[in-house]
């Protein structure tokens, strides 16, 4: 039986995006969108200062992978302002001053999966792919060949750290 799209209207992204954070965003009514906080252009201390295990972690996976330039360069990195959405699960740091505007056409992710993470496509874990896996879902953005942003999900160890040295505001 074939589906029919008769009277199915494409979302507006920006509308679906808005109701999304309202739904499973942190229930306030000021939030990064309404708010905009300062972009920081200053570092503000090295990576390896605060999550070093993380730092030494990365550089084997990314060198695993064949990115040896990032693997040299992620431990060099330094923090310019760490992710404000309040989702207690994201342990989130910008290595570069944070970006009004999307990345552009020069960015790209590299992505280390946890191995217990499932393959919706196989039905296989992560770790079945012969791919390193890391403890933690990470995801680093990289533009222009720079390490921009590294994503840790779900690892309180790292997100205590963080928001030890870079609490929310009052």
Known sequence: ???????????????????LRQLFGDGSETNQDTIPRPINTTPLFPLKQI??????????????????????AVHELDVFDRCRSG???????????????????????VVFWSRDTI???TGLPASS???????????????????VCIEILDDA???????????DES
């Open 157 to 167: 160890e790292s997100r205590s750290r963080l928001l030890t040295v870079l609490p």
């Open 119 to 121: 393959c919706v496509d």
């Open 87 to 109: 989702a207690d699960y994201c342990a989130t740091v910008h290595t570069q001053p944070r970006s009004a505007e999307r990345y552009g056409p020069s960015h790209r992710c």
């Open 51 to 72: 999550w070093p295990e993380v730092v030494e972690r990365l550089a084997a996976l990314l060198a695993q992978t064949g990115e040896a330039a990032l693997a040299e």
């Open 129 to 147: 792919g012969g791919r390193p896996t890391a403890p933690h879902i990470t995801i680093l953005d990289v533009v222009d060949e720079e390490i």
């Open 1 to 19: 039986m074939k589906e029919s799209r008769e009277g199915w209207v494409p979302p507006n992204v920006r509308e679906a995006e808005k109701l």
